[in-house]
């Protein structure tokens, strides 16, 4: 599975961007997907997953939605009312695993990742 991750730029606070995850590969359908940002200094951490249900990260639920669409091969991330502590590198990734799903290392693929700046 490889995967390449799109949509993030600069954006007031407040505003909404979409990213895009584009994956390749016959399993992908099956696999679940999740997103992860990682912020200057700080760990990756957990944003959102998405498989036969989808888990978003507290900080986030409510304001983002994660998607996918299988004919496609495509993950979308739906970002709303965004703060600037949103600000990060946001990755895409699939897993082989089952479960919660939330850290990385639960994880066996991932994109380049994707740079969102949030101004105040």
């Not at 693929?109 to 101004?119: D, N, R």
């Amino acid at each position: 599975v490889q995967l390449q991750a799109s949509g993030g730029g600069l954006v007031q606070a407040g505003g909404s961007l979409r990213l895009s995850c584009a994956a390749s590969g016959r399993t992908f359908s099956r696999l679940p997907m999740g997103w992860f940002r990682q912020a200057p200094g700080k760990e990756r951490e957990f944003v959102a997953t998405i498989h036969w249900s989808t888990h978003y990260a507290d900080s986030v639920n409510g304001r983002f939605t994660l998607s996918r669409d299988i004919a496609k091969n495509m993950v979308y991330l739906q970002m709303n009312n965004l703060k600037p502590e949103d600000t990060a590198v946001y990755y895409c990734a699939a897993s082989q695993n089952t479960g919660d799903l939330v850290y990385a290392s639960d994880y066996d693929y991932w994109g380049q990742g994707t740079l969102v700046t949030v101004s105040s």
